[in-house]
């Protein structure tokens, strides 16, 4: 029953009380899909100026006149009128229909019916009615349900791109969330919708269209998210559902509609809009990182090329509770000065902010990245998640440049690298390629060997350092750090030589090992390494 709130003409001749009236269908029997909105029965000549459109009318013939003439301008008036079919009982007016009646309706494209038997006119108009209403009924329960998967789906911690999501499953169509100018904030596709019919994409073809009309296509359903404002306030986003893979019809709108109040209440709770993008772009990165987008897609996705990977990532005590948006803008708007096209995205369930960035030819790493990390450091304090000056909440690892089909095993990279970096010493950004053995003990953090080793390595000396002093944990990591070169070790420890060899003496004598011999070294270097994931 997916007509504009009604039944099919074809359906309410096929109900008891027309059906037994031996309907013949003498005109347009092509058109018989048109909806019937309501029932009127009535024989008085001026009728016509009394329908609104989309009825079934009902007659035994009085009122249409008994000249020629006449007749043919009674359903000409209907056909202007928009009725859904002429309905008339044949007996004591008409025993067959005149000609002129036959051929106006035809002319019209009226559908006509002559009911060869007399049935109680009171009768059919109470079952078709009942058949809309309960039509009505099935549309409602339908968008309901939509309402209240979407309604669960916000209480369960989800936001807009779930919202979308649904909506977009239940119409079997893309679904895009734009700002009132026009702008896309954020697109979802159908679970079931036949491959290829990527959302952005289809997003890019209309929105290079709009530019000669201003609108979406006049079969899809555009419904406004309210703002709670006046003016120019009172419409804070809109919904676009775009008839790709199937036509939308009513309940798609109801849905819409239903759906469109949720999201009223998300991003003026929230204020989202930005973070909607944000996360958007996020979900994109992620997507990329994880495998779910070819490389071949991704640069019609993303609409730029050559980037390459940056993760930030928040500590879990800084990580923000609303100001994701905040964070996205203040980013962005710091990076713009770093001269390079950008793709910012935010992850607030992992605390991370991945990006891609275009590195032009002939353009230094090392310095890109600098500038980079500056931006993102930046952008973080004018959030308020960190201070100037202050580097433990954040941690920025930079990936290795290539093209989009590096892309993706960067970012993952770069993003689990991040996480691995946590703890390590204060640097304007760490290097993912130089990351890959914390990265590895970082994954076996769980494994119980890696505690027991670390235990064996350097145990005594995290036991004589808990109740002696001076400790000399610190001495190790600096001789380790600068792989065994004493007066180095010895100037970041503003140490003398002597001092440091003492102390080296002393770390030997607990952990019963050569600090000379390089295989030692290596091993200690890997338990303090270990040691930040196991604690």
Not at 187 to 210: I, K, N, Y
Not at 215 to 229: N, T, Y
Not at 283 to 288: G, I, Y
Not at 309 to 325: D, I, K, N, Q, T
Request: proline share 6%; charged share 20%.
């Amino acid at each position: 029953m997916e007509t504009e709130g009604g039944i099919t003409v074809r359906r309410a001749l096929d109900l008891p009380g027309l059906r037994g009236g031996l309907p013949e269908v003498l005109t347009c029997a092509e058109r018989l899909d048109r909806t019937v909105r309501w029932v009127h029965a009535g024989e008085a000549p001026n009728i016509p100026a009394l329908l609104k459109g989309g009825e079934l009318l009902l007659t035994t013939g009085l009122g249409l006149g008994s000249r020629p003439a006449d007749q043919r301008a009674f359903v000409r008036k209907l056909a202007d009128r928009g009725i859904a079919a002429l309905v008339v009982e044949l007996g004591p007016r008409f025993s067959r229909l005149p000609a002129a009646i036959v051929d106006a309706a035809r002319t019209a494209g009226l559908p006509l019916v002559q009911l060869h038997r007399e049935v109680p006119f009171v009768a059919v108009t109470e079952e078709i009615h009942t058949e809309i209403v309960n039509g009505h009924y099935a549309l409602l329960q339908r968008a309901e349900e939509v309402h209240r998967r979407c309604t669960q789906a916000v209480l369960g911690g989800g936001g807009v791109p779930q919202v979308l999501g649904i909506l977009a499953d239940f119409a079997a169509n893309p679904v895009f969330l734009e700002t009132p100018d026009g702008r896309l904030l954020l697109a979802a596709g159908s679970g079931t919708a036949p491959a290829g019919a990527d959302p952005l994409q289809v997003w890019e073809g209309l929105r290079g269209a709009r530019a000669a009309r201003e609108a979406p296509p006049a079969d899809a359903v555009l419904v406004e998210v309210p703002g709670g404002g006046h003016g120019t306030g009172s419409v804070r986003a809109r919904l676009v559902l775009l008839a790709v893979s199937g036509p939308l019809v009513a309940v798609h709108r109801m849905a819409a509609e239903r759906a469109a109040g949720i999201l009223a209440v998300v991003l003026m709770q929230a204020r989202q809009e930005e973070e909607v993008a944000a996360r958007g772009r996020g979900d994109f990165l992620t997507d990329l990182a994880e495998g779910r987008i070819a490389p071949e897609d991704a640069p019609a996705q993303a609409g730029v090329l050559g980037f390459r990977p940056v993760v930030m990532r928040l500590a879990p005590e800084s990580a923000p509770a609303g100001s994701w948006a905040l964070l996205a803008r203040a980013v962005t708007e710091e990076l713009s000065a770093v001269g390079a096209p950008v793709l910012v995205g935010v992850r607030p369930v992992e605390g991370r902010v991945p990006l891609l960035l275009a590195l032009r030819p002939g353009t230094t790493r090392a310095v890109l990245a600098d500038r980079v990390a500056a931006a993102l450091r930046a952008g973080a304090v004018r959030a308020g998640l960190e201070r100037a000056g202050d580097r433990t909440p954040v941690v920025v690892v930079v990936g290795a440049a290539g093209g989009w089909t590096a892309a993706g095993a960067g970012l993952r990279h770069a993003a689990e690298a991040s996480t691995a970096a946590q703890g390590l010493g204060e640097r304007p950004w760490h290097d993912a390629r130089r990351l890959d053995i914390d990265l590895l003990l970082w994954r076996l953090r769980d494994h119980p060997d890696l505690a027991s080793f670390v235990g064996r390595a350097i145990g005594p000396l995290l036991e004589h350092d808990r109740t002696s002093r001076p400790a000399l944990l610190p001495t190790l990591e600096a001789y380790v750090a600068h792989a065994g070169r004493k007066a180095e070790a010895a100037r970041e420890l503003h140490l003398n030589r002597q001092t440091l060899y003492n102390r080296l003496a002393r770390i030997g004598e607990l952990l019963g090992t050569d600090l000379d011999d390089p295989q030692s070294v290596l091993a200690l270097s890997l338990a303090l390494r270990a040691r930040r994931h196991t604690r």
